[in-house]
């Protein structure tokens, strides 16, 4: 099974640990750099000593248990690290980003939230705190449970069929039912979180709540307290089995921390998720035979086996007409100029009625293909899934290899921009109980984020069929955007408005492994995703009225650019940092 999705298994994976769905201690910037500390100090001391990771970490690892009781202080007495959960503060707002969505620093997060609540005096100021806190801890909740749901459907659909597409990530979305599914992962999370407290309890729960991702990534309007039944029922009888073949996983947990997490990332995390999606099948099984209570919610059929040809023609009868008339786009491409911006850019900056076309069709040649898949038992068949409505025709727009109009590629720089400004603004109100206006311009925007979207969507445009291409070419762009941009302004201006020194993987400070990460993810979702639903919006306003804000917003962005060019946004919080945290964060970080 992962042999056959390799890639698109390691990247769900991948993108879990960094969410905080699962498998967050991968992409651990703590372990890893806590590590190459204790390497370093070892060649300092002069020594040969090699530090073998204990089996206590890596049942860690594996069952979520801390059974080493170690606390760790800063200089000055403050606890700072419990077990896998971060109370010190970070440097950098990537690493902010990936640290404060993982599984114990959405509690970190609460923490600071308590405590920077109880050190203002403005009630305005907590008003605010409060606010902010709640905002960017439901975002990271949603994020959390949604992909703890979608990864676990791209495992279950690689399970029966050949072929699996990226966009399957969506099918939560395409059910409707996705709100009623976060929630009942939510209390899920929430029981675990309580049993916990009991130890043995801890224990029997994580087994016996095992598989309800699975449960409900195969029925999303499933009760809750249905689902957890089902599962303890399913597990009943089953968990020394399943104890026995998670430990079978441990060398390759310790190999991984000799790694520093890379072949937990590239095998070992995939690997194991492929065997707990292969045991939920057995159980699963197993349960129908048996007829156990509630058995009845798992009625996806066509997951666990694969449906006839006769009954696949049927139901896909009006496809099977529509491929056999042949498309044909060559006569709506243009030549000259015009021709090369929409092929090679994907820009049209003359809309036309030929264009609206030509993005129909070629949505259309894309529904086909996957319809041959589908014809052909490859891929799951939607249309046979009972929990997919027949009149749920927004999830089927979201068709990523349009072309995007010249006000549209603009309206989404500003969008982007406004978005990680927000996003970064949110953080430090929660970090440093007060406001910031983040980033070099004086406007409620971070053009580093908005133009990564735009360069992304234009300059990789002719790779959007191939994901992991675009995704590698991704990283490469950000990542010479960013560096090129650092450089500029400590060139220009003399001031740092970032510095990754000390961080894992970085380049002389301006660039870093953990923030390209999260420059790929959020392209790969911009690309996919937010872009095409965006446009679908946009479609909506009328050209003369988008072509009117897009004249207002540009010329209110670069009054902006002008006046910053001698008058830079600067100080505390932007380019003047708190030298005690700088301090508590390079021990931490080196």
Same mark, same amino acid.
């Given at each position: ?6 890639? $698109? ?17 991968? !992409? %651990? ?21 090699? +530090? ?42 990537? %690493? ?23 050190? /203002? ?52 979305? #395409? ?22 407290? /009991? ?25 809750? =307290?249905?689902?957890? #039944? ?6 009943? &009888? ?22 520093? &997490? ?32 509630? !058995?009845?919610?798992? *009625? ?23 491929? /056999? ?58 249309? @046979? ?17 349009? #072309? ?21 603004? @949110? @953080? ?33 445009? =002719? ?30 201006? &003399?001031?740092?408005?970032? +510095? ?5 993987? *970085? ?29 679908? =919006? ?15 917003? $540009? ?33 931490? =970080?080196?």
């Amino acid at each position: 099974m992962l042999k056959k999705h390799y890639t $698109l298994l390691v990247i769900a994976c991948l993108i879990a640990a960094i969410a905080g769905s699962s498998y967050s201690y991968s !992409v %651990s910037a703590s372990t890893y750099t806590s590590s190459i500390k204790e390497a370093a100090d070892v060649v300092d001391a002069g020594t040969t000593y090699i +530090d073998v990771p204990s089996i206590g970490d890596a049942l860690y690892k594996l069952f979520g248990l801390d059974l080493s009781g170690t606390f760790q202080y800063d200089e000055e007495g403050k606890l700072t690290h419990i077990g896998d959960l971060e109370l010190g503060r970070r440097k950098g707002v990537y %690493s902010s980003l990936l640290n404060r969505i993982s599984n114990a620093r959405f509690f970190s997060l609460a923490l600071q939230t308590v405590h920077s609540l109880i050190t /203002t005096k403005s009630l305005a100021l907590d008003f605010n705190i409060l606010i902010a806190s709640m905002i960017v801890m439901g975002i990271t909740a949603f994020v959390k449970h949604f992909y703890s749901i979608a990864y676990r459907r791209i495992f279950m659909e690689s399970y029966q069929y050949d072929v699996t597409k990226s966009s399957r990530f969506l099918f939560l979305f #395409r059910t409707g039912k996705w709100l009623k599914a976060c929630t009942t992962i939510f209390v899920v999370n929430v029981y675990q979180f309580l049993w916990n407290f /009991t130890i043995i309890g801890g224990i029997i729960a994580r087994y016996d709540y095992m598989f309800i991702p699975y449960i409900v990534a195969e029925n999303p309007g499933i009760d809750r =307290r249905e689902a957890i #039944r089902l599962s303890k029922r399913m597990v009943y &009888g089953h968990r020394f089995d399943l104890f026995k073949t998670q430990l079978s996983f441990l060398p390759w947990l310790v190999l991984g921390r000799f790694t520093f &997490g890379i072949s937990d990332i590239l095998f070992a995390n995939p690997y194991l998720e492929a065997t707990i999606c292969q045991y939920y099948f057995a159980l699963r099984k197993m349960a129908k035979i048996q007829g156990v209570s509630y !058995v009845n919610n798992l *009625n996806d059929t066509y997951l666990a086996e694969k449906a006839s040809y006769a009954y696949i023609e049927e139901k896909y009868a009006d496809v099977v007409e529509m491929m /056999t008339n042949d498309l044909d786009v060559r006569d709506l491409e243009h030549e000259g100029l015009r021709g090369f911006v929409e092929d090679h850019l994907g820009i049209i900056y003359k809309n036309d009625e030929d264009q609206d076309l030509y993005n129909a069709a070629i949505e259309e040649t894309d529904v086909i293909d996957d319809y041959h898949q589908i014809l052909n038992l490859r891929q799951y068949p939607d249309r @046979l899934s009972p929990y997919v409505s027949e009149n749920r025709k927004e999830s089927d727009q979201i068709h990523y290899l349009r #072309r995007y109009s010249l006000t549209s590629i603009i309206l989404m720089f500003f969008s982007f921009s406004f978005v990680g400004w927000l996003w970064e603004v @949110l @953080l430090h109100i929660i970090n440093d109980g007060r406001f910031v206006n983040r980033g070099v311009m004086h406007g409620p925007w971070l053009p580093i984020y908005g133009s990564g979207a735009v360069l992304i969507l234009v300059m990789l445009f =002719r790779y959007r069929r191939k994901p992991v291409v675009e995704a590698t070419l991704m990283i490469l762009l950000c990542g010479v955007v960013e560096y090129l941009g650092s450089w500029y302004l400590e060139v220009t201006k &003399g001031l740092k408005w970032w +510095d990754y020194s000390g961080y894992f993987i *970085n380049l002389h400070g301006r660039i870093c492994a953990e923030g390209l990460t999260v420059f790929m993810i959020g392209g790969l979702a911009a690309v996919y995703v937010l872009a095409p639903l965006l446009d679908n =919006r946009l479609k909506k306003i009328s050209r003369p009225l988008k072509a009117m804000i897009c004249l207002l917003l $540009l010329l209110a962005f670069g009054y902006d650019m002008y006046y910053t060019h001698d008058h830079p946004n600067t100080g505390k919080g932007i380019t003047d940092y708190d030298e005690v945290s700088y301090r508590t964060d390079q021990k931490g =970080r080196q």
